[in-house]
């Protein structure tokens, strides 16, 4: 199964030391939380955030993932559907996050679900917890943040980068293993339609594909060309017309759950 | 792009004089709505409809193809995302359904948009008013309905391919070309499996695929064996575990969608 093959080795870039040196840095500061993307983190890397009273999150494409790493012991599963940019599984928001709610909900033992995956919106965030969710976790929406500083600024203001993230449509994305040998969902661009050539070569496998597109992902991040960044967005991609603040995207995430819930209630009667 | 293949050439289905007798047939009746799922239906078959005082419905993947239904007259549209059964675009519900619901209300008209792709029960349901759907259409969960008649009968009442719908999971579905020439999300068995064999002919372009494999979906329509079915359906298959009357799913539905909005108030703390 696809969302398998894009979880099952998660663990795999555990393996180098760099991660655990990550990890290492991490604690000397007074973090709030230990978030992995692919697979649960190993379990001592987990008994030490625990000990250290840091919760761990992890991502999961699958009932059947969040399930694996409930029992390794992670605190927060964030069910990320097929919108979702970076790695990312074949089942939709709308299906997998009750599907996950409802297995860890069977399970027991508390471990709270935050949706991801397409959330741009306070409406979106309404939608979220209305299938029951306990909270929302979102990546995609902040890349044009005003605050966000990747990319060759323009005398315009926005990055090269923000420039083709506000160009983009919600179907202007790919789901492609290009990016590290896992399917991960990218912005569409001349990179990854190269990738799509018919004579183009297949992508290594984790974590070869990442060695070898690893300097051109840093050549591509210093691009003065639109067309030419190598940028993992979700398909909100489509409502990211302008550059924000992060703090008016959480205003309107407010008002717009609170005007959401507002007009469920009209629709019941109340 | 993906999509567009799916839904711009939607007419051509209506080249056939067999599609317009349908609506003859249809027209004698005290039909309630004429929806089409590939395309807007010719302007003709949509004023016939509009003098005998029956709307028109279309399905679309996309803001654009949205847009160009209520062009043509469309008065319902329906926003199917990526995780629907059948013909069906790459964009998830949580992105599309307030795509088209914002690009339809700024195009103004009235067309009244319905949201499809991954709904299943009333928590479902809340959800897609959340984000600004006037209602919601559902294909798949139906299949599991004690008053579905499609499939041989089995001793222990499901037919054989409600067998295999009881028995799939929600990743247990792929959304390839074989069915029509376009992409279609199906339920994955031994046949879907054969095409995806590396040595498999690509798919006809439609209408040429639906002639190719006709009756060989005949066959699969009488197997007694649920790993060799044809069966479109969405991910929400995951969800179909038990044979229910039509009347116990509505039940649940308007249960459901009470109970979420009830705790969506809570959220709120009102």
Chains 1, 2 share one sequence.
Not at 197 to 223: I, K, T
Request: proline letters at 6%; charged letters at 20%; a negative charge.
């Amino acid at each position: 199964l696809p969302d398998d093959e894009a979880r099952s080795e998660g663990t795999l870039g555990w393996l180098h030391s760099i991660a655990r040196s990550h990890v290492e840095i991490a604690f000397r500061h007074p973090i709030k939380l230990i978030a992995n993307a692919l697979g649960s983190p190993p379990v001592d890397v987990i008994e030490q955030a625990h000990q250290a009273g840091v919760p761990v999150a992890a991502l999961a494409g699958s009932a059947k993932h969040a399930l694996r790493h409930a029992d390794n012991g992670v605190d927060i599963v964030i069910a990320q559907g097929h919108e979702a940019g970076g790695h990312t599984g074949e089942i939709g928001s709308m299906v997998l996050w009750p599907e996950i709610c409802d297995a860890l909900a069977a399970r027991g033992g508390g471990t709270a679900v935050l949706a991801a995956g397409g959330i741009g919106t306070g409406r979106q965030v309404a939608a979220a917890l209305a299938v029951g969710a306990s909270g929302v976790w979102m990546g995609s929406a902040f890349l044009t943040a005003a605050e966000y500083d990747l990319g060759v600024r323009t005398e315009e203001g926005p990055s090269v980068i923000q420039q083709a993230l506000l160009a983009a449509g919600s179907s202007d994305t790919v789901r492609r293993r290009i990016y590290s040998g896992k399917p991960a969902r990218l912005l569409k661009s001349r990179w990854t339609d190269a990738w799509d050539e018919a004579d183009a070569p297949d992508p290594l496998p984790m974590p070869l594909q990442n060695v070898l597109v690893s300097e051109a992902h840093q050549r591509m991040s210093r691009s003065t060309d639109p067309t030419a960044v190598a940028m993992p967005v979700g398909q909100i991609v489509g409502r990211m017309n302008e550059i924000r603040p992060a703090a008016e995207i959480i205003a309107e995430l407010v008002a717009g759950f609170e005007e959401a819930t507002r007009r469920l209630d009209t629709i019941r009667g109340n």
